[in-house]
Structures are given as structure tokens and as C-alpha cells.
């Protein structure tokens, strides 16, 4: 039992749901600022559930949309899909459980969660299929990751949701696009030599290694520029400001990595910088919302 959870959990990558998590519960923790930052049990497990679920539906598409480049590739060649661990029917089912299990938490939400849940889960299948078609996939993946605190967001508020806040929602949605442009392009340095010869295109491709690079560095640090934004809306003062100097720090010891080191270092660029990141993001979110009683926008 515990072997088989161990193996469908390691064909979506469950643990890097991380990534988004922490922004998605930010949002909800500074939408629900009336309460001190807590929505209820039931809000909170919802919207857990449609984490999950959107992101398990997103990483099975992928999957399986993907798996004949997988499969040529020496990197992704021992996955699931390609070595017959799991299969397509199977892989499928997958995709269509945690598609149902993303409509139905949104039914629960409130109605205009519902409502938008199919167009969510377009968003983030479709990216999988960007690679194809155009050399700005990250941009793709970083919208459907911004829907993880506009949706957290949407979820507490419904449309009871003030000009002001979606304002600040939509904020600190960019800011997680321009977070995903940048750290995919360095993980996508991994697979550069293998994406020409399969005609795959990025900005890797398109730009080359160094320019793109470049790109990235700008793109985080106009990320950071844009949780800077967030926190003086939001009326952040010394616990937000300490979480942004670590979180630039971090940024530039990504950059720092992705240019001195091999490509092995990209994983530890990748996974541990950029999980510290959105931890702490959360972190110093709770705690300006809920230490100082919450606050109000007027």
C-alpha cells in the first residue's frame, strides 16, 4: 500500500507542490485578514484539496502528453510512463479524478470558484502542450501557477472580493509568474542540447543558454520588485521586510549557482532555493497578518 502511494505520488512530483502551495495559503491567510487570517476548517481543507488536485491534474497531462520525449530522453527516460510502471489508462484515470476532484472542492467553495474551475483546468493542462508551438512556455506555466493565489484568494472572498483586493491578488499573481519564467529557465538549461535536436522550443532554445540566463535574473528580480509592491499595499512592515532580504538573497544565490556550477547543481538551485523561497513568503505573511492582530484596507 505504502509502495504503491510512494509511486503515483512520485509520477506527479506531489512534493513540489510546495512551490505554489505556500503562495496560495498566503493568499488565503490575507484574505481572511478579518479573522486574524484563518478562513475555517472547511475553507482551508478546500482549498488544500484543490491544490492538490489541480496540480496532480496539470502534472498527469504532462505526463502523459509528454511521455515520447521522455522516453528518448536519457533524463527523464527511467519515468513511469516510458518504463511501463504505470500505465496510460491509468496515468488517465489519474488526470480525470483530480480534474472531478478540483470541480467538486470549487463546487463546495462558492459558486464563482465553480464557475471558473474548467477554465482553470485548461490553463494548466494547456501548458504542457506550449512547448510545441512557442519559445514563451514559461510564461504559460507561470499563469497557471498564479492561479494558486487567485484561486486561495477567490476561495475565502468569493465575489464579496473588494476592487482593492484583487488588485493586490493580481499582484501577487504576476509576481508568481515572473518567480516561475525565471527558475524554469535554469531548470530548463538541463534539457537544452535535447530540446534543439527534438525541436522543442523555450527561451533556452530560442536565446541560448547565457541570454536567457540574463532573462531570468530579470525576471526575478521584477518578482521581487512585485512582493515589494505587495507588502507596502499591504501595509507589511518589519517581519515581511526581513523575509524579503532572505528571499533575495536566495534569488541571487540561485543565479549564482545556475552560472557557476554544473548542471547537477540545478536541482539544489531548483528544488531547495526555490521551495525556501515560497516558505518563507508564507512565514512572514502570517506573521504580519496574524501577530498584528490583521489589517484593514480602506
Excluded at 499582484?171 to 515572473?178: D, E, K, S, Y
Excluded at 505587495?230 to 541571487?252: E, P, T
Aim: include cysteine.
Amino acid at each position: 500500500m505504502i509502495s504503491t502511494v510512494r509511486k503515483w505520488a512520485e509520477f506527479v512530483k506531489l512534493s513540489h507542490t510546495i512551490f505554489a502551495l505556500p503562495f496560495a495559503l498566503a493568499a488565503m491567510v490575507v484574505a481572511a485578514r478579518e479573522n486574524r487570517g484563518w478562513p475555517g476548517w472547511k475553507t482551508f481543507g478546500l482549498v488544500l484539496l484543490a491544490m492538490i488536485c489541480a496540480r496532480t491534474c496539470a502534472m498527469a497531462f504532462n505526463r502523459i502528453v509528454d511521455r515520447k520525449f521522455d522516453a528518448a530522453n536519457p533524463r527523464t527516460a527511467m519515468r513511469h510512463l516510458p518504463t511501463g510502471k504505470i500505465s496510460l489508462a491509468s496515468a488517465w484515470a489519474l488526470w480525470f479524478i483530480s480534474a472531478a476532484g478540483l470541480v467538486a472542492a470549487s463546487w463546495y467553495l462558492n459558486p464563482l470558484c465553480f464557475y471558473l474551475s474548467p477554465l482553470a483546468l485548461l490553463i494548466v493542462c494547456f501548458y504542457s502542450l506550449t512547448k510545441r508551438f512557442t519559445d514563451y512556455t514559461h510564461v504559460f506555466l507561470g499563469v497557471a501557477l498564479a492561479l494558486a493565489p487567485i484561486g486561495a484568494w477567490l476561495a475565502v472572498q468569493g465575489t464579496a472580493i473588494t476592487r482593492y483586493e484583487i488588485m493586490l491578488a493580481l499582484i501577487l499573481g504576476v509576481a508568481v509568474v515572473f518567480w516561475l519564467i525565471g527558475f524554469d529557465i535554469i531548470y530548463a538549461l538541463q534539457d537544452y542540447e535535447f530540446d534543439k535536436r527534438q525541436g522543442l522550443r523555450s527561451l533556452v532554445v530560442a536565446w541560448g543558454p547565457k541570454n536567457a540566463l540574463q532573462a531570468a535574473f530579470l525576471s526575478h528580480m521584477f518578482m521581487w520588485g512585485l512582493l515589494v509592491l505587495f507588502g507596502l499595499l499591504s501595509r507589511f512592515r518589519v517581519a515581511y521586510l526581513s523575509g524579503l532580504l532572505i528571499i533575495l538573497v536566495s534569488l541571487l544565490l540561485e543565479h549564482w549557482l545556475a552560472r557557476r556550477r554544473s548542471l547537477n547543481w540545478i536541482n539544489v538551485a531548483f528544488f531547495r532555493l526555490n521551495a525556501l523561497i515560497s516558505t518563507i513568503f508564507l512565514v512572514v505573511t502570517v506573521a504580519e497578518v496574524v501577530l498584528r492582530g490583521g489589517f484593514k484596507i480602506r
